[in-house]
């Protein structure tokens, strides 16, 4: 029975606010503060922890009554002095809340005065604003906000380098340290940002880090203003948001907007970038890599053909994933997120034009319950997403594959792959093994081999 | 090594147990300093924890969207029959609604939730920024409980407005409405309510099953399993028995006001209290020495395959060092307890919301040495991780990873675990999961204990 629905039940997506602080955790020796109760921080640290099962520590100015009334200027302050005094932090990466926003803080302003007013004494960190309302989007808007965020306040022009400014968005450890490799391997400067690749999946501690090692130097980042040129993944991120965006405004430094690069097709435009853009062939190991992945594709092809998906999560990764299940013959009949640009469809039809022939159902702005109405109707074969699509999957027993963000239920997510031919190929084992699995767990014989 | 130093606004939240030297009492029952990093979260979150075991009953946050996000099925308080508590519903409000306000939302959010979800009452939740827009959300639950004719209970949880403790409050006030609506005809003399007891991992039916046997009838747990059926009736017990104190006192006290109910404290952590709050209700009911000697036979029973069991947890834990940060003070009192029966000692306690009386106890069970804390933060605790060269945390999910970076063992005792540790089989998993972390052998490559970076 269809319902009529104000409320969001099981919500697919989480605040502005969440985004943020993790864009900041990938900035080095950079404490997040969030602007707002105590509680937003502690619960977006706890579910990041979740995740990542790593130390994240979220500062928070810790409003009260009086602060809600009087204004938040005198907490903040205070604030970035403890946190200054007991992180020494170089950058502390200050996001607003939906109660900040509605007080209406002048939050730059505040920065400022704090700058005058604390001079002496302590070394001044850098601050970054960035605004991010909850009552706006969702915790992808609030990702790049903060990249946009750092960008305009660190970058500054100089003279033109042979740097390459890569703008990956919200994706795994794992992703962010394939990327660097591969930049590494085409000896190409790059300045990646945010890079929490060790900040989120780091080592054991031999004494205590106030903030864990790893990030994007901000001295790096002033660099980004004279690159050569900015790739910016993620087809619904649009340049007037984005920090690639302001950088070609700002500075010229041209952007290169691609998807994110999952499936061989969109993989081999960004290689083909990179290629362009250093005037360089790409290294045999990721011919190799390709190579491989062309050959598993043509040997675990039957098992994924046609086989129907719902797809849900952050929407730069459903327009992503909706291109690499085509390209290898599956059926994504609903490719859902929570997000709302209002360009998910758009974009899907970009990548995919016989998308409407293909029969794939493009839905923005729904929660899991909308989702799982849809999956009751489509009967996948199974879904694809982040952990909280578990309770859909238990209930109307489909399977689920897990990816993206946040995996809570399962060991290991900040070191899985998505991206270029090694994520991809990771991708596809896991979506082949899981049919494997299935056939076997339903077949009355129980085959070794299959 | 660098010395870690503790912020000038939080010395006096701070405290080593020293001989000979005076010591003033520990400051508390404060707001968290601005820029700390509190592991505390907020009023909001003091309402949720109390209220979320209630599973048939909807609960929908009045706020965007994260509030609600961040508190879907995070918990392992489960049901014996409707799980409507592992929903998550949010008016996930928006710009337009900030700016021009989010009754009708509220609202109609209400409305077609009952209607699809037929629940036996709502609890709506405000946050931060229903406290700013001003939404009048008690007009909007009265017109809606008249609409549905079920209870439709508002929680003033505004995150700003206070503690987690205000929370707790919050989510009381709003369980006191209930109470006292429901027929009290057949409840026994000889019975009581359980508060404060939230049925982790079914804790709350372990607890149930040795009141049961001592001839005690269980009226209503609150919120454990929580039927608004039950809730409606608990004034008709004879006793209330409170556990975690910081979040249900306020209602007990509320309670023994308006119906006449005395109540005890109790925990069900550890044999020794866990056996005391069997002891401690059955001397309620002198009249009917039968409960004592049945409560003695539960602790017999229990402790005769319980005890030879542990030992060889203890032989392993003798001497090893454990440290302390939970919500609730009085946890760590049991807790310090169960450690030491098996042979542990305590080097850190502390708590994020425990007032003078909690810590002035703490201060007498703690050996020398034991640093005791208020409203800690994840500096404070590494600090002194290293220098007191704990060999366990026990915690909550925020702790979790300081512990295993700095290459000791941990314990979850927060809201999240999965594994009941309340009751005497508790005491058994407790010493195990201590066990299997303390002594992994994944230890030996640590950097701190010898293993290379």
């Known amino acids: ?450 | 090594m660098e010395q870690i130093s503790i912020l000038e606004g939080r010395q006096k939240q701070i405290f080593e147990k020293k001989k000979g030297v005076p010591q003033a009492d520990i400051a508390c029952e404060t707001s968290s300093l601005s820029g700390s990093v509190s592991q505390r979260a907020c009023v909001f979150c003091g309402s949720r924890v109390v209220l979320y075991p209630v599973a048939d009953a909807i609960h929908l946050v009045h706020g965007p969207i994260g509030c609600a996000a961040y508190t879907w099925d995070i918990r392992g308080a489960v049901s014996s029959g409707p799980e409507l508590h592992r929903l998550s519903f949010s008016t996930d409000l928006q710009e337009m609604d900030v700016i021009y306000g989010g009754e009708k939302k509220l609202y109609h959010s209400l409305i077609e939730l009952i209607e699809q979800y037929k629940p036996k009452a709502a609890f709506i939740y405000s946050t931060c920024i229903v406290g700013l827009i001003g939404d009048d959300i008690d007009a909007v639950c009265k017109k809606v409980a008249k609409e549905t004719g079920i209870p439709v209970l508002p929680v003033h949880s505004e995150g700003f407005k206070g503690t987690k403790k205000d929370g707790y409050k919050a989510a009381c006030h709003a369980l006191m409405k209930l109470i006292g609506t429901g027929s009290t005809e057949e409840i026994s003399k000889y019975s009581i309510n359980i508060l404060g007891e939230f049925n982790l991992a079914g804790e709350a039916w372990i607890i149930r099953k040795y009141y049961e046997k001592m001839g005690i009838e269980v009226v209503a747990t609150l919120t454990g399993d929580g039927r608004i059926d039950a809730v409606r009736r608990a004034h008709g017990a004879t006793l209330n028995v409170v556990q975690c104190s910081g979040s249900m006192t306020w209602l007990a006290k509320e309670m023994e006001e308006k119906y006449g109910i005395p109540y005890i404290r109790v925990s069900y952590f550890g044999i020794e209290d866990m056996s005391k709050s069997l002891y401690d209700v059955a001397k309620y009911f002198p009249d009917r020495p039968d409960i004592m000697e049945a409560a003695k036979q539960v602790v017999s029973e229990e402790v005769k395959t319980l005890y030879p069991s542990l030992q060889k947890f203890k032989k392993a834990l003798t001497g090893k060092k454990a440290a302390i940060y939970v919500g609730g003070a009085f946890k760590t009192f049991s807790l310090i307890k169960a450690l030491r029966s098996i042979g542990m000692s305590v080097v850190l306690a502390g708590s994020q919301t425990g007032d003078k009386n909690d810590y002035a106890r703490l201060k007498e069970m703690c050996d020398e040495g034991t640093v005791i804390v208020d409203d800690s933060n994840p500096v404070e605790l590494s600090k002194f991780i290293l220098e007191k060269e704990a060999d366990l945390l026990i915690g909550g999910v925020k702790e979790r990873p300081i512990a295993f970076k700095l290459g000791i063992g941990f314990c979850d005792h927060n809201h999240e675990r999965k594994i009941p540790l309340a009751g005497f089989e508790g005491m058994y998993n407790f010493a195990l999961e201590v066990y299997q972390s303390v002594m992994s052998p994944v230890w030996q490559f640590a950097p701190r204990k010898g293993g290379t970076l």
Not at chain 1, 93 to 120: H, M, Q, W
Not at chain 1, 125 to 154: C, E, M
Not at chain 1, 204 to 209: D, L, R, T, V
Request: charged share 25%; hydrophobic share 35%; net charge neutral.
């Open chain 1, 1 to 450: 029975m269809k319902h009529a629905k104000t409320a969001t039940q099981n919500a697919c997506k989480l605040c502005n606010p969440l985004g943020a602080c993790l864009a900041f955790r990938g900035i080095e020796n950079c404490v997040p503060f969030l602007h707002g109760s105590q509680g937003c921080a502690t619960y977006i640290r706890r579910y990041l922890i979740s995740h990542y099962k790593e130390p994240i520590d979220i500062a928070s100015s810790n409003f009260h009554e009086e602060t809600a009334v009087f204004g938040g200027s005198h907490n903040l302050k205070i604030g970035l002095k403890n946190v200054s005094d007991q992180y020494k932090p170089e950058v502390i990466g200050v996001a607003t809340t939906c109660l900040s926003e509605t007080i209406g803080d002048d939050v730059p302003g505040i920065l400022r005065e704090y700058k005058k007013e604390f001079k002496n004494g302590t070394p001044m960190p850098i601050l970054i604003h960035a605004s991010t309302p909850s009552y706006q989007g969702s915790h992808i808007d609030g990702f790049h906000a903060a990249v946009r965020a750092t960008v305009k306040t660190l970058a500054e022009k100089g003279e033109e380098q042979s740097l390459i400014n890569l703008f990956p968005n919200m994706v795994s450890p794992a992703d962010l340290r394939y990327l660097k490799e591969i930049f590494a391997d085409f000896k190409a400067p790059v300045m990646l940002l945010p890079d929490y690749s060790q900040t989120m999946d780091g080592g054991p501690w031999g004494e205590y880090h106030r903030i864990p090692p790893g990030g994007t130097p901000a001295s790096a980042i002033v660099s980004a203003g004279s690159a050569a040129a900015s790739i910016e993944f993620g087809s619904t991120l649009e340049a007037s948001k984005s920090a690639a965006g302001y950088l070609e405004e700002a500075f010229d430094v041209p952007r290169y907007h691609l998807s994110l690069p999952i499936g061989i097709k969109e993989s081999d435009k960004f290689f083909s970038l990179l290629e362009t853009l250093t005037g360089k062939a790409r290294p045999d190991k990721y011919e190799d890599e390709r190579r491989r992945l062309i050959d598993a594709y043509a040997d675990g092809h039957k098992y994924v053909f046609e086989k129907k998906v719902i797809l849900y999560g952050e929407e730069d990764l459903v327009v992503a994933m909706t291109a690499f299940l085509t390209e290898i013959g599956m059926t994504p009949l609903l490719c859902a997120s929570g997000g709302k640009s209002g360009l998910l469809k758009k974009r899907i039809r970009e990548l995919i034009p016989t998308m409407d022939e293909l029969g794939i159902k493009v839905r923005e702005g729904v929660d899991f319950v909308d989702i799982e109405d849809e999956a009751k109707i489509l009967k996948p074969d199974f879904l694809i997403g982040n952990s909280k699509g578990y309770t859909m999957s238990r209930k109307n027993n489909i399977p689920l594959l897990r990816l993206g963000f946040p995996i809570h239920d399962r060991f290991g997510g900040q070191r899985m792959h998505h991206l270029g031919y090694r994520g991809t190929q990771e991708l596809f084992d896991r979506i082949v093994n899981t049919v494997i699995e299935e056939r076997q767990n339903a077949s009355s014989i129980g085959y070794t081999y299959m």
